[in-house]
């Protein structure tokens, strides 16, 4: 059974940076996506990037790109998001999620099958 383990959240001041990671357990197929998504207090569960494990394709949303890079260790079935120059307003939970589809944009949460439990980023001086 496919389990993922999100880590690697915290607090952290404005401009600071912080590298969560997603450790896949179970995974049966090379063909698949994972998914960063965040959801803040009060708001919808909103995609921040997916990476695809066959051929590597990447998309993030506007308001991370430049500053948020995602990655994955294919040996060790995880995936990384590293978040530089950390705003207020990146303060969410971050989930990742598995689709058995490739990555071809910022899919939508029904597309993605598994989730992880999510881990706590605080962005706040």
């Known amino acids: 059974q496919l389990q993922l383990v999100e880590s690697g959240g915290g607090l952290v001041q404005p401009g600071g940076s912080l590298r969560l990671s997603c450790a896949a357990s179970?995974?049966?197929?090379?063909?698949?996506?994972i998914g960063w998504f965040r959801q803040a207090p009060a708001k919808e569960r909103e995609g921040v990037s997916c990476?695809?494990?066959?051929?590597?394709?990447?998309h993030y949303a506007d308001s991370v790109k430049g500053r948020f890079t995602i990655s994955r260790d294919n040996a060790k079935n995880t995936v990384y998001l590293q978040m530089n120059s950390l705003k207020h307003e990146d303060t969410a939970v971050y989930y990742c999620?598995?689709?058995?589809?490739?990555?071809?944009?910022?899919?939508?949460?029904?597309?993605?099958?598994?989730w992880g439990r999510g881990t706590q980023v605080t962005v706040d001086s």
């Open positions: 999620a598995w689709t058995p589809v490739r990555c071809y944009d910022l899919m939508p949460t029904y597309e993605y099958e598994v």
């Open positions: 179970g995974l049966s197929s090379d063909y698949h996506a």
């Open positions: 990476i695809s494990s066959s051929d590597g394709r990447i």
